[in-house]
């Protein structure tokens, strides 16, 4: 018996044509006699239709950013609402969820009723959470070239470096805790 691996409008990597594209319909196989499809394949829009082993997800082909995160955009099935109820999304029947666990837990979700009201804008906001830790990590880069020849560097590249180290040192300052007064801390005790 055959499982459907991926689902309709999900966003994949075409291992033997070498390019993305986002699954048009899931075709299973029927044969007398079983109570599964015995075989599921895919049409992606390219000419034929593709078994699910040469197809990858978008979350196994994400790259690594150089300090080891690996966030990703993955789509999850919307409990409330079918897929023809939902036609003016982008992704009917689904929505963006940013993962930035690599056990596929914690990140970023919205609510759906959110996600409803302005679904593009949403999708957006999902993609550029997703490629947060490259941004920060091509951001890295840019303060590194013009620390390593300062005076060589054009004028907008140098307010480019600084913008990002400002940026930088924003993300990685842990606010401090607040001070409690000592009335406070008298009563606690």
Not at 102 to 124: C, F, S, V
Request: charged residues 30%.
């Amino acid at each position: 018996m055959a499982k459907a691996t991926f689902q309709r409008n999900q966003r994949v990597w075409v291992e033997s044509v070498g390019a993305w594209a986002v699954i048009e319909k899931v075709v299973p196989t029927w044969a007398r006699g079983f109570d599964e499809p015995v075989r599921v394949t895919y049409d992606v829009g390219l000419g034929r239709e593709f078994h699910g082993h040469e197809l990858k997800p978008e979350d196994q082909v994400a790259e690594v950013s150089s300090d080891g995160e690996r966030w990703r955009l993955l789509r999850a099935k919307n409990k409330w609402q079918q897929p023809a109820d939902c036609a003016h999304h982008p992704f009917p029947g689904t929505y963006p969820v940013v993962v930035t666990d690599p056990n596929d837990w914690g990140g970023w979700r919205t609510p759906g009723a959110e996600y409803d009201r302005d679904p593009h804008r949403i999708e957006r906001q999902a993609r550029l959470i997703a490629n947060a830790p490259k941004l920060q990590a091509l951001a890295r880069q840019l303060i590194e070239l013009v620390a390593e020849e300062p005076d060589n560097a054009p004028p907008a590249v140098l307010e480019m470096a600084r913008q990002a180290a400002a940026i930088e040192r924003f993300i990685n300052d842990v606010p401090a805790a607040p001070e409690r007064p000592e009335s406070e801390e008298t009563a606690a005790a």
